[in-house]
C-alpha cells in the first residue's frame, strides 16, 4: 500500500522542511548538543506557530489531527531537531481533554506537562508511586522532559484501581534529577515525589492510558522515520563521493544493494507510520495493533537502516565532524523510547486472535 498526502499536507511537509533548514541545521543542532540547552530552538517553535498544527482551532491550535502530528514528527526527526517538549504535548493529549488550559499553555506558550513513566516502557500505570490522602509519594526514573516541565501528569495503581494526578513541579516535595542521554536532541530526568499534593484527574485512566500510547507509537514511529530518510540521503550522496580503486563506491554492486534496502525500509515505513496515524486519529477499532505495528516495525528497521548507513560511511561515520552521528543516535534511541519493539509486538500478539472468527 502506497499512501499519498493531501495537497495541504504536501505544502505543510515542505514549508516546515524549509523552515527547519534554516532553524534546525546541523550547526544549530549541535550547538544545542554542546550547551546541553534545547529551550531556544523549542520557545522558537512554539513562537512562530509550528507547535499548534494538529491541534483543534478550539485549543489555540492550526488545526488537524494526529496525521499532521506525525508529518511534524518526520521532519523534526529528519532534521535531528529538539522535539521533547513538543512530543510530551502531542502524546499526553488524550489525559487532558478536560483541561484545555494546559493544553492551550503548551501550545501558545510552551508550557510542558510530563506524562511520568519510563521513557523505555509502553505508557502506562506500572509505577511505584503510592497515594495516601492525596498526596503522592514514590520515585519514577528516566522520564521524558521532566527537567524542563511545569506540571507532571502521573499515573498511580492502587491494587486493581488506576488514577492520574496532577503535580506542579515546582512543588518542594518534586525533586528533578537530570540524565544524559546519548541523543541530546531528547532529555529524560528521574522524578523523586516525596508527599507532594497532587490532583486527582476525573477521566477514565486506563482509556487515556491506552490512547496515549497508541499515539507515542506512531510519532516516535515517525520520528524515526524521518532520521531513516536523513540516513538514506547521506549514505547515497557519499557513496557517489567516496572512491575505491578508481571507481565511486556507489558503483559496487554491494553497495547499491545496502541502499536500495534502505529506501525499502523508508518507503514502506512511510505508509505503515501514516496509515497509524490516520487509524488512531478515526478511533478505527484496531488502531492500536496498528500503532503498536508502526513502532515495532519502523523504530527496528530504523535502528538496522542506521547501522548500513554507518557501514558505508566508513570511519568517517564515526566521526563528530560529519553529521550522520546525529540521526544514527537519534533511530537508536527511537527504538527503545516508549517501548522496544519487543514489547509492542508482545502487545501485537495480545490484540490478534488466536482463531479465525466463525465463517
Given at each position: 500500500m502506497h499512501?499519498?498526502?493531501?495537497?495541504?499536507?504536501?505544502?505543510?511537509?515542505?514549508?516546515?522542511?524549509?523552515?527547519?533548514?534554516?532553524?534546525?541545521?546541523?550547526?544549530?543542532?549541535?550547538?544545542?548538543?554542546?550547551?546541553?540547552d534545547s529551550t531556544g530552538f523549542e520557545n522558537i517553535f512554539v513562537s512562530e506557530g509550528w507547535a499548534g498544527v494538529g491541534f483543534d482551532d478550539d485549543l489555540g491550535g492550526q488545526g488537524g489531527g494526529l496525521l499532521e502530528l506525525a508529518l511534524t514528527a518526520r521532519e523534526l526527526g529528519r532534521a535531528a531537531a529538539p522535539s521533547t517538549s513538543w512530543l510530551q504535548s502531542a502524546i499526553i493529549l488524550?489525559?487532558?481533554?478536560?483541561?484545555?488550559?494546559?493544553?492551550?499553555?503548551?501550545?501558545?506558550?510552551?508550557?510542558?506537562?510530563?506524562?511520568?513513566?519510563?521513557?523505555?516502557?509502553?505508557p502506562s500505570a506500572t509505577t511505584s508511586v503510592r497515594i495516601a490522602a492525596d498526596r503522592l509519594h514514590g520515585r519514577i526514573p528516566c522520564v521524558l522532559g521532566a527537567g524542563r516541565s511545569q506540571r507532571l501528569l502521573v499515573p498511580v495503581q492502587d491494587g486493581?484501581?488506576?488514577?492520574?494526578?496532577?503535580?506542579?513541579?515546582?512543588?518542594?516535595?518534586?525533586?528533578?534529577?537530570?540524565?544524559?542521554?546519548?541523543?541530546?536532541?531528547?532529555?529524560?530526568?528521574?522524578?523523586?515525589?516525596?508527599?507532594?499534593?497532587?490532583?486527582?484527574?476525573?477521566?477514565?485512566?486506563?482509556?487515556?492510558?491506552?490512547?496515549?500510547?497508541?499515539?507515542?507509537a506512531v510519532l516516535t514511529a515517525a520520528d524515526a522515520l524521518g532520521?531513516?530518510?536523513?540516513?538514506?540521503?547521506?549514505?547515497v550522496e557519499y557513496s557517489k563521493q567516496r572512491q575505491q580503486f578508481g571507481h565511486p563506491i556507489?558503483?559496487?554492486?554491494?553497495?547499491?544493494?545496502?541502499?536500495?534496502?534502505?529506501?525499502?525500509?523508508?518507503?514502506?515505513?512511510?505508509?505503515?507510520?501514516?496509515y497509524a496515524a490516520q487509524s488512531t486519529e478515526e478511533g478505527q477499532p484496531e488502531h492500536a495493533t496498528h500503532a503498536a505495528v508502526a513502532k515495532a516495525q519502523v523504530t527496528e528497521h530504523g535502528a538496522e537502516l542506521a547501522d548500513s548507513a554507518l557501514t558505508l560511511h566508513g570511519a568517517i561515520g564515526y566521526t563528530w565532524e560529519h553529521d550522520l552521528h546525529?540521526?544514527?543516535?537519534?533511530?537508536?534511541?527511537?527504538?527503545?523510547?516508549?517501548?522496544?519493539?519487543?514489547?509492542?509486538?508482545?502487545?501485537i500478539a495480545q490484540n490478534l486472535p488466536l482463531l479465525p472468527a466463525p465463517a
Open positions: 499512501w499519498e498526502l493531501s495537497e495541504e499536507q504536501e505544502l505543510f511537509t515542505t514549508s516546515l522542511r524549509e523552515w527547519l533548514g534554516e532553524r534546525a541545521n546541523s550547526t544549530t543542532v549541535r550547538s544545542c548538543w554542546e550547551a546541553g488524550p489525559a487532558l481533554a478536560g483541561e484545555p488550559a494546559l493544553v492551550r499553555a503548551a501550545i501558545e506558550s510552551g508550557e510542558v506537562t510530563a506524562l511520568a513513566v519510563r521513557a523505555d516502557q509502553i486493581h484501581t488506576t488514577s492520574l494526578w496532577l503535580v506542579d513541579s515546582t512543588d518542594g516535595g518534586v525533586q528533578l534529577r537530570p540524565r544524559p542521554l546519548l541523543d541530546r536532541s531528547r532529555d529524560v530526568a528521574d522524578v523523586v515525589l516525596d508527599d507532594v499534593t497532587a490532583r486527582r484527574l476525573d477521566i477514565g485512566p486506563d482509556a487515556a492510558l491506552g490512547e496515549i500510547a497508541a499515539r507515542a532520521a531513516c530518510e536523513r540516513m538514506l540521503q547521506l549514505a556507489g558503483s559496487f554492486q554491494a553497495v547499491k544493494h545496502a541502499a536500495a534496502q534502505m529506501l525499502v525500509t523508508v518507503e514502506s515505513s512511510m505508509s505503515i507510520v501514516y546525529l540521526f544514527y543516535k537519534r533511530a537508536k534511541l527511537d527504538r527503545v523510547l516508549f517501548g522496544t519493539p519487543a514489547s509492542w509486538n508482545e502487545c
